[in-house]
């Protein structure tokens, strides 16, 4: 699509991992640059308790690895649909509802599209997820309502929302010289969408494309979930996960999935995980792990440890085996990882991921034959074995790579501009 003069309107893909801005302009990217000249804003929030402020994206990253105290909080969209939205945490002594941590980010983001824009956008459209919540419409629309709720305390008067995955059917719709049967894959970090759609040149220039869309789907999987089961599976145990009591009983898992699950690390911090650990420390058959898993929250590196294991995901995308090191933790310390392992670990999840769009397809009445493409957007998409699961369901459709941060922000300013102008 073509404009002649800017658009009035802007789109905002406020992601698990990162988040983007789309604005159409004549003759310039659609993306705005929002953090030293790149097009994402790592969705990331540190209260930096040393220097008294508040930074986000790549510099909260920065002064949390550059060892400042203070609190990070990252995966901030996976609070939304969750019982936390309405709960608290603490910053520096201060109690902070987390439906105030959200605004402060969806603020910065439209603090930084204003700047770049040299306006104030008044209308957005935000991209959500097919499913906030699985099997949960109150819930679901509970999730959607609280977004819109934050955008319009941040200033935005005109606010509506697009399924993610069909912003990345009409940004990629915009490149296509015939009409193609697409089922649009958006893995990103907190969930997995699917969109069944009917493209063409000439579709692209409709306003209304309600019977374009045979089906959409998704399901509360992501990125942050690969992580997870990488991190459990492949790095706990070096801290005693799923290791045995004296009395043979299993180690409680309770704090290893808190330090697996971006959202919740902070939880091992706690004076009550604290204490639940120094009452069984007398009890461990594997002091060695134990003492490690007590150094790991001691220094706070749970996050580092995410990153690290995050890290280690995108290796694995590449590579067969990646080495892990873990001297923060303990000199020579290290976790070996192998890609057969990870895809192993999560292989329940890819077929959830498999199940979901199979059931699409059904609900679609669309034979695996009909579908011409398969377009892969969001971050996670580029895991090696779920692009063969999905190769495996549709073995005759090509496959198209998206911009794997982008195409959702682009198709949301496109959708924008259509209905604001």
Same mark, same amino acid.
């Given at each position: 699509?073509?404009?002649?003069?800017?658009?009035?309107?802007?789109?905002?893909?406020?992601?698990?991992?990162?988040?983007?801005?789309?604005?159409?302009?004549?003759?310039? &990217?659609?993306?705005? +640059?929002?953090?030293?000249? /790149?097009?994402?804003?790592?969705?990331?929030?540190?209260?930096?308790?040393?220097?008294?402020?508040?930074?986000?994206?790549?510099?909260?990253?920065?002064?949390?690895? #550059?060892?400042?105290?203070?609190?990070?909080?990252?995966?901030?969209?996976?609070?939304?649909?969750?019982?936390?939205?309405?709960?608290?945490?603490?910053?520096?002594?201060? +109690?902070?509802?987390?439906?105030?941590? @959200?605004?402060?980010?969806?603020?910065?983001?439209?603090?930084?599209?204003?700047?770049?824009?040299?306006?104030?956008?008044?209308?957005?459209?935000?991209?959500?997820?097919?499913?906030?919540?699985?099997?949960?419409?109150?819930?679901?629309?509970? %999730?959607?309502?609280?977004?819109?709720?934050?955008?319009?305390?941040?200033?935005?008067?005109?606010? =509506?929302?697009?399924? &993610?995955?069909?912003?990345?059917?009409?940004?990629?719709?915009?490149?296509?010289? /015939?009409?193609?049967?697409?089922?649009?894959?958006?893995?990103?970090?907190?969930?997995?969408?699917?969109?069944?759609?009917?493209?063409?040149?000439?579709?692209?220039?409709?306003? &209304?494309? /309600?019977?374009?869309? @045979?089906?959409?789907?998704?399901?509360?999987?992501?990125?942050?979930?690969?992580?997870?089961?990488?991190?459990?599976?492949?790095?706990?145990?070096?801290?005693?996960?799923? =290791?045995?009591?004296?009395?043979?009983?299993?180690?409680? =898992?309770?704090?290893?999935?808190?330090? $697996?699950?971006?959202?919740?690390?902070?939880?091992?911090?706690?004076?009550?995980?604290?204490?639940?650990?120094?009452?069984?420390?007398?009890?461990?058959?594997?002091? $060695?792990?134990?003492?490690?898993?007590?150094?790991?929250?001691?220094?706070?590196?749970?996050?580092?440890?995410?990153?690290?294991? &995050?890290?280690?995901?995108?290796?694995?995308?590449?590579?067969?085996?990646?080495?892990?090191?873990?001297?923060?933790?303990?000199?020579?310390?290290?976790? #070996?990882? *192998?890609?057969?392992?990870?895809?192993?670990?999560?292989?329940?999840?890819?077929?959830?991921?498999?199940?979901?769009?199979?059931?699409?397809?059904?609900? %679609?009445?669309?034979?695996?034959?009909?579908?011409?493409?398969?377009?892969?957007?969001?971050?996670?998409?580029? *895991?090696?074995?779920?692009?063969?699961?999905?190769?495996?369901?549709?073995?005759? +459709?090509?496959?198209?790579?998206?911009?794997?941060?982008?195409?959702?922000?682009?198709?949301?300013?496109? #959708?924008?501009? /259509?209905?604001?102008?």
């Amino acid at each position: 699509m073509t404009t002649n003069a800017p658009a009035k309107a802007c789109g905002i893909d406020f992601g698990t991992s990162n988040s983007t801005v789309g604005w159409l302009r004549p003759g310039q &990217e659609t993306l705005i +640059a929002l953090e030293d000249g /790149k097009i994402t804003l790592p969705s990331v929030v540190f209260f930096n308790y040393e220097e008294d402020h508040t930074v986000f994206g790549r510099q909260a990253l920065q002064e949390y690895m #550059e060892g400042y105290e203070g609190r990070l909080m990252r995966s901030l969209k996976s609070l939304l649909g969750s019982s936390l939205m309405d709960s608290q945490t603490e910053v520096q002594g201060r +109690a902070l509802p987390f439906r105030a941590l @959200l605004t402060h980010f969806i603020g910065e983001l439209k603090t930084r599209a204003d700047h770049a824009a040299h306006k104030s956008f008044d209308s957005v459209v935000l991209g959500r997820p097919v499913f906030f919540v699985d099997d949960n419409p109150k819930a679901d629309k509970l %999730a959607e309502d609280t977004l819109a709720d934050i955008a319009r305390s941040v200033g935005f008067k005109d606010i =509506s929302f697009q399924f &993610e995955p069909l912003a990345a059917a009409f940004d990629y719709e915009s490149t296509i010289s /015939k009409e193609e049967l697409v089922l649009i894959v958006d893995i990103g970090g907190g969930t997995s969408d699917f969109s069944l759609v009917r493209l063409s040149p000439q579709r692209h220039r409709h306003d &209304e494309r /309600k019977d374009d869309i @045979l089906a959409t789907g998704g399901v509360h999987i992501g990125g942050t979930d690969f992580d997870k089961q990488l991190n459990l599976n492949g790095v706990m145990p070096l801290f005693g996960y799923k =290791s045995r009591l004296r009395n043979n009983a299993e180690m409680p =898992s309770a704090q290893f999935f808190n330090l $697996a699950t971006w959202h919740t690390i902070n939880f091992a911090y706690t004076r009550k995980a604290w204490m639940d650990l120094q009452d069984i420390h007398r009890d461990v058959a594997n002091p $060695a792990a134990f003492d490690r898993l007590f150094t790991l929250i001691n220094q706070r590196d749970g996050h580092r440890l995410a990153m690290l294991v &995050e890290d280690a995901k995108i290796d694995l995308s590449a590579k067969a085996e990646h080495h892990l090191p873990l001297d923060m933790v303990e000199a020579g310390l290290a976790a #070996e990882l *192998v890609r057969a392992d990870f895809e192993q670990y999560i292989d329940n999840l890819l077929g959830q991921i498999g199940l979901t769009v199979e059931r699409l397809l059904q609900d %679609a009445g669309a034979s695996t034959a009909e579908v011409d493409t398969v377009f892969f957007t969001g971050g996670s998409s580029g *895991v090696p074995a779920l692009r063969q699961r999905i190769q495996d369901l549709l073995p005759q +459709a090509r496959h198209v790579e998206g911009n794997l941060f982008g195409s959702i922000g682009s198709g949301l300013a496109i #959708e924008a501009h /259509k209905r604001y102008g």
